[in-house]
């Protein structure tokens, strides 16, 4: 069973860059989508990006101008960086193996689903001078 | 605000059934996947595609969808099944992830 843990620096200061790294254990990385999510205290989930196996990223427009997601194939890593933070990019961290299906309904339309199987436990990153 | 919409907060009384829903236009092309969270944990996949359960979640829990709205049901809600529920999807662009703003669920 594939294992995340994403790991980090715990205090960011505002203006600074946010890195976070996710170790993939027992698997390839290059064979799966990855995404990124975020959880503000109190706050509902929040995905932020992915990249695919191809090493091709998608994002959330709101963020698109500050955030990159990559993958180090050499070392099965994926790794975040938000530029320019300020307090409101405090939350909790996920990175997540991400994957798509698709089957025919009972009306015959075929549909894709995107789902998120194995998540990491998480890195709480504090915004703050 | 979220392009996937869920009402933020829903009873049931303990063994009653629950239905959670999620309404967006991108329903309409693609199924909603749902997660459950309860404090301080991790998120875990209970549902995705049409109706499908990862191994390890009971058979209480069970997906549909209709039109715009992919719902979660619960048949026989139990005590531990109370937490955070989350949908998400593709956005109506297409090109996008989002989630719902999720549904706390609480069993009476």
């Known amino acids: 069973q594939v294992q995340l843990q994403e790991s980090g620096p715990g205090l960011v200061k505002p203006s600074e860059t946010l890195s976070l790294t996710c170790s993939v254990s027992?698997?390839?990385?290059?064979?799966?989508?990855w995404s990124w999510i975020r959880q503000p205290p109190g706050k509902g989930l929040e995905w932020l990006g992915y990249?695919?196996?191809?090493?091709?990223?998608s994002y959330t427009p709101s963020l698109k101008s500050r955030v990159t997601i990559s993958v180090e194939t050499s070392k099965n890593q994926l790794s975040l960086k938000l530029t320019s933070v300020t307090a409101a990019d405090s939350a909790v961290y996920y990175c997540?193996?991400?994957?798509?299906?698709?089957?025919?309904?009972?009306?015959?339309?075929?549909?894709?689903?995107?789902?998120?199987?194995?998540w990491g436990k998480g890195a709480t990153v504090t915004v703050s001078s | 605000s979220s392009e996937l919409t869920q009402d933020p907060a829903v009873s049931v009384a303990l063994g009653q059934t629950v239905r959670i829903t999620c309404q967006g236009d991108?329903?309409?092309?693609?199924?909603a996947t749902w997660y459950q969270q309860k404090p301080g944990q991790v998120p875990v996949l209970v549902m995705y595609?049409?109706?499908n359960r990862p191994s390890g979640i009971p058979d209480r829990f069970s997906g549909s969808s209709s039109g715009d709205t992919g719902s979660l049901t619960i048949t026989g809600a139990q005590a531990e099944d109370e937490a955070d529920y989350y949908c998400?999807?593709?956005?109506?662009?297409?090109?996008?992830?989002?989630f719902g703003g999720g549904t706390k669920l609480t069993v009476l």
């Open positions: 997540a193996r991400h994957l798509i299906g698709g089957s025919t309904s009972t009306t015959g339309a075929y549909y894709y689903y995107y789902y998120m199987d194995v």
């Open positions: 027992d698997g390839a990385i290059s064979d799966y989508y």
């Open positions: 990249i695919d196996y191809s090493g091709s990223t």
């Open positions: 991108s329903l309409r092309n693609y199924y």
């Open positions: 595609g049409y109706n």
């Open positions: 998400h999807c593709r956005d109506s662009s297409g090109n996008h992830l989002v």
